[in-house]
Antibody, heavy 120, light 107 residues
């Protein structure tokens, strides 16, 4: 059974940093692109970032480019999102999601989400 | 960026009804269109990909159609667990973008 479990969310002040983790199990992690998608309270889904199978290629939404860094450790079956220079508008539930086949950002499995609150 | 527009934004229906949700892309996306269901407080769940392919384990009461710019999700024989918010998403090009959501409520 495919499982994705996020951790690392919490309350952080504006300008601060936070690192999210997503532990994967039930599939060959190194065989799949992975992504982060976020959802602000009461709002819709917004893609944040994606990374290829071996971590050699990354892509970001314009809203987080230069502030967020996606990475992965295939030996630990874990995806990460390092979030720096956080703003109030980054407050959201952050989901990690598996890319179905790497031919496009098509998400077949999602984690339960980690809440990040940016507030003073 | 490709804009995805869903209609309606909300929909009231009764148990047993059949409903259709539409999604329009601001430019052609071939058939690179997915549909997701999200229940309150839960993660999104994949229903349909490639416009009409059913995700493994999803009941056949869910069906999708369309190509190019116009797509539909149809749900037949509504059950209480189907009342949720539904999102379309294009994956023809980066950045992937979602529709604003359609909230399906019990009448």
């Amino acid at each position: 059974e495919v499982q994705l479990v996020e951790s690392g969310g919490g309350l952080v002040q504006p300008g601060g940093s936070l690192r999210l983790s997503c532990a994967a199990s039930g599939f060959t992690f190194r065989g799949f692109w992975m992504h982060w998608v976020r959802q602000a309270p009461g709002r819709g889904l917004v893609w944040v970032s994606g990374i290829d199978n071996d971590g050699g290629s990354t892509t970001y939404a314009d809203s987080v480019k230069g502030r967020f860094t996606i990475s992965r450790d295939n030996a630990k079956n874990t995806l990460y999102l390092q979030m720096d220079s956080l703003r109030a508008e980054d407050t959201a539930v952050y989901y990690c999601a598996r890319d179905r086949d790497g031919y496009g950002p098509n998400f077949d499995y999602w984690g339960q989400g980690a809440l990040v609150t940016v507030s003073s | 960026d490709i804009q995805m527009t869903q209609s309606p934004s909300s929909l009231s229906a009764s148990v047993g009804d059949r409903v259709t949700i539409t999604c329009r892309a601001s430019q052609g996306i071939n058939n690179y269109l997915a549909w997701f269901q999200q229940r309150p407080g839960k993660a999104p769940k994949s229903l349909i990909y490639a416009a009409s392919s059913l995700q493994s384990g999803v009941p056949s009461k869910f069906s999708g159609s369309g190509s190019g710019t116009d797509f539909t999700l149809t749900i037949s024989s509504l059950q209480p667990e189907d009342f949720a918010t539904y999102y379309c998403q294009q994956y023809n090009s980066y950045p992937p973008t979602f529709g604003q959501g359609t909230k399906l409520e019990i009448k």
